[in-house]
């Protein structure tokens, strides 16, 4: 499955971006999607997944009830609704997918990753 990251941008401390990541190839129903971040200089962290069919979400601490994941099984695509944004959410946004059924915390689960987006926000 190829995947294509979209979305991202700068914005003001407790603004708003919605990200988008579009599928390609295999049926993007058989993977649970993650959406990960990495800040310069840090490594690859979780922010959020979500199951094959969308019924379980899971979500870092640091982003709980500011950033929502979800899907679109018909359109081939898994969105990040992020609100109330911080300036330490800056990084790149990075979509993937996993064989497992109900997405992962760890980034070595995910066989297939996007390119990117870069989320800046200024305080």
């Known amino acids: 499955v190829q995947l294509q990251a979209s979305g991202g941008g700068l914005v003001q401390a407790g603004g708003s971006l919605r990200l988008s990541c579009a599928a390609s190839?295999?049926?993007?129903?058989?993977?649970?999607m993650g959406w990960f971040h990495q800040a310069p200089g840090k490594e690859r962290e979780f922010v959020a997944a979500?199951?094959?069919?969308?019924?379980?979400?899971y979500y870092a601490d640091s982003v709980k009830g500011r950033f929502t994941i979800s899907r679109d099984n018909a359109k081939n695509t898994v969105y990040l609704q992020m609100n109330s944004l911080k300036p330490e959410d800056t990084a790149v946004y990075y979509c993937?997918?996993?064989?497992?059924?109900?997405?992962?915390?760890?980034?070595?689960?995910?066989?297939?990753w996007g390119q990117g987006t870069q989320v800046t926000v200024s305080s």
């Open positions: 190839g295999r049926t993007f129903s058989s993977y649970a």
């Open positions: 993937a997918a996993s064989d497992g059924t109900t997405g992962s915390w760890y980034a070595e689960d995910y066989r297939h």
């Open positions: 979500i199951s094959r069919r969308g019924s379980s979400t």
